[in-house]
């Protein structure tokens, strides 16, 4: 067993990154473990097919959020405009210009009204209730439905309303969330803030559990039990349910028990050029009749890139065919969304959020319908040496990585306060060791 730390994170995505930075620029001595042979978590940056670097996780960035803007800047990373102008399109064969726009707009104000209904949502609604309870048009249902199954990762018979409109109400900014890319992409910004920390990322070390003893909590892993003050739990909710000691009280056991991990496929699509611009499309489509499909414009130089998301029950289905077919199903609905003569494609990448062993499904986990509400909440308010850290916990943009930096830096600073303040008194020693 190790001579005693102030705190162990557990987690590299950029809720423990973020944690463990503000408690080292404390003065605290750290370790941070991560299961994986690299940190970030579900951000993570690949050379794709077409020789270019590709974010198969998580990509896009708003002008509000400033945490990720900032740390962009501090290591001189370069930011991309995403692609705007033109309309919007639905995928839905037969489908008339007058029942596309309607439903549009139907979309558009069920997602306001779900945002108004914060807080007064029924614990035992989910959206599906919800959806079922307005009058809609036949296609802006099945819109609906389709943006939360792809939003979600999940049904929506099997997602909290109260969840969704408290998460919505947490967005945090009145923009678009795809308004930049990083040109290193996500994983070359979480590689870089990894690199600048005191102490390297302990990676490819997962962690076997957690034990409390007098005033310390041990942390197991296969190269042995670390034992700290307090320990930040930074990984997705669901997978720290099972990392969490029996000691800890009955609320955040529930508040975890909640939680539920999605399914998500994300798809980067190659073409010689932007096809959908032809008819005066932005690149946005979203699919009825393939509920759950998502397509965005993220071109960043010649040709064309259309990104796909297929989240929930369509994730699942499509991830149990080859690969070949799955592309090809994908790539046919973006043709005849657009309704624009496609191009071949030329190069394809993909990658399958689902069922990890480490990181679970989806851009993050959501809370089942049923599940007690006020869930964040119990687990950040928690009193004791573990505190939990992570995109699903941010008080604003939860789901997206500024939300898992505004939820490492809370974290941080609640184990803090727990320490009764940062030991300066060894920084110092500390710097030299």
Same mark, same amino acid.
């Given at each position: 067993?190790?001579?005693?730390?102030?705190?162990?994170?557990?987690?590299?995505?950029?809720?423990?990154?973020?944690?463990?930075?503000?408690?080292?620029?404390?003065?605290?001595?750290?370790?941070?473990?991560?299961?994986?042979?690299?940190?970030?978590?579900?951000?993570?940056?690949?050379?794709?097919?077409?020789?270019?670097?590709?974010?198969?996780?998580?990509?896009?960035?708003?002008?509000?959020?400033?945490?990720?803007?900032?740390?962009?800047?501090?290591?001189?990373?370069?930011?991309?405009?995403?692609?705007?102008?033109?309309?919007?399109?639905?995928?839905?064969?037969?489908?008339?210009?007058?029942?596309?726009?309607?439903?549009?707009?139907?979309?558009?104000?069920?997602?306001?009204?779900?945002?108004?209904?914060?807080?007064?949502?029924?614990?035992?609604?989910?959206?599906?209730?919800?959806?079922?309870?307005?009058?809609?048009?036949?296609?802006?249902?099945?819109?609906?439905?389709?943006?939360?199954?792809?939003?979600?990762?999940?049904?929506?018979?099997?997602?909290?309303?109260?969840?969704?409109?408290?998460?919505?109400?947490?967005?945090?900014?009145?923009?678009?969330?795809?308004?930049?890319?990083?040109?290193?992409?996500?994983?070359?910004?979480?590689?870089?803030?990894?690199?600048?920390?005191?102490?390297?990322?302990?990676?490819?070390?997962?962690?076997?559990?957690?034990?409390?003893?007098?005033?310390?909590?041990?942390?197991?892993?296969?190269?042995?039990?670390?034992?700290?003050?307090?320990?930040?739990?930074?990984?997705?909710?669901?997978?720290?349910?099972?990392?969490?000691?029996?000691?800890?009280?009955?609320?955040?056991?529930?508040?975890?028990?909640?939680?539920?991990?999605?399914?998500?496929?994300?798809?980067?699509?190659?073409?010689?050029?932007?096809?959908?611009?032809?008819?005066? *499309? &932005? #690149?946005?489509?979203?699919? %009825?009749?393939? /509920? !759950?499909?998502?397509? $965005?414009?993220?071109?960043? +130089? =010649?040709?064309?890139?259309?990104?796909?998301?297929?989240?929930?029950?369509?994730?699942?289905?499509?991830?149990?065919?080859?690969?070949?077919?799955?592309?090809?199903?994908?790539?046919?609905?973006?043709?005849?969304?657009?309704?624009?003569?496609?191009?071949?494609?030329?190069?394809?990448?993909?990658?399958?959020?689902?069922?990890?062993?480490?990181?679970?499904?989806?851009?993050?986990?959501?809370?089942?319908?049923?599940?007690?509400?006020?869930?964040?909440?119990?687990?950040?308010?928690?009193?004791?040496?573990?505190? *939990? &850290? #992570?995109?699903?916990?941010? %008080?604003?943009? /939860? !789901?997206?990585?500024? $939300?898992?930096?505004?939820? +490492? =830096?809370?974290?941080?600073?609640?184990?803090?306060?727990?320490?009764?303040?940062?030991?300066?008194?060894?920084?110092?020693?500390?710097?030299?060791?």
């Amino acid at each position: 067993m190790s001579a005693p730390l102030d705190v162990v994170v557990v987690g590299a995505g950029f809720a423990g990154l973020a944690a463990t930075q503000a408690l080292e620029a404390a003065g605290c001595r750290t370790a941070l473990l991560e299961a994986l042979e690299r940190p970030g978590g579900r951000a993570e940056t690949v050379i794709g097919a077409d020789g270019s670097a590709w974010d198969a996780g998580a990509q896009f960035i708003n002008g509000d959020m400033r945490r990720v803007l900032g740390l962009a800047r501090r290591f001189g990373l370069g930011l991309v405009a995403a692609p705007v102008g033109g309309r919007s399109a639905v995928h839905a064969p037969g489908a008339g210009h007058a029942q596309v726009r309607l439903a549009l707009a139907e979309a558009e104000a069920f997602e306001a009204a779900v945002i108004a209904g914060a807080g007064r949502v029924d614990d035992a609604a989910s959206l599906a209730d919800l959806v079922g309870a307005e009058r809609l048009s036949p296609l802006g249902r099945s819109v609906i439905r389709s943006a939360i199954a792809e939003l979600c990762c999940a049904a929506p018979e099997d997602v909290s309303a109260a969840w969704a409109a408290e998460g919505d109400a947490r967005y945090g900014s009145d923009r678009d969330d795809v308004e930049f890319f990083l040109r290193e992409g996500f994983g070359g910004l979480a590689a870089a803030l990894a690199a600048s920390l005191r102490s390297a990322p302990r990676l490819g070390t997962p962690v076997l559990g957690l034990g409390e003893g007098t005033g310390t909590v041990q942390v197991h892993t296969p190269r042995g039990t670390l034992v700290a003050a307090a320990v930040v739990l930074a990984v997705p909710m669901a997978r720290a349910a099972r990392l969490a000691p029996p000691s800890l009280p009955a609320e955040a056991r529930a508040a975890l028990a909640g939680f539920r991990e999605g399914a998500v496929i994300k798809l980067a699509l190659r073409y010689a050029e932007p096809f959908w611009r032809y008819g005066g *499309f &932005a #690149g946005n489509l979203r699919s %009825a009749a393939l /509920p !759950g499909l998502w397509f $965005g414009d993220t071109s960043t +130089g =010649e040709g064309g890139t259309l990104t796909a998301l297929a989240g929930g029950p369509l994730a699942r289905e499509l991830a149990a065919l080859p690969a070949e077919a799955r592309i090809s199903r994908i790539a046919a609905a973006a043709a005849e969304g657009f309704g624009v003569a496609a191009p071949p494609l030329l190069s394809c990448d993909e990658r399958l959020w689902l069922d990890h062993p480490t990181l679970g499904g989806g851009y993050s986990g959501h809370r089942a319908a049923g599940a007690p509400s006020g869930a964040e909440a119990a687990l950040t308010r928690l009193d004791g040496p573990i505190v *939990f &850290a #992570g995109t699903d916990l941010a %008080a604003d943009f /939860p !789901g997206f990585v500024e $939300g898992a930096i505004a939820s +490492g =830096e809370a974290a941080a600073a609640r184990v803090l306060g727990k320490l009764g303040g940062a030991p300066r008194a060894r920084q110092g020693a500390l710097l030299a060791a």
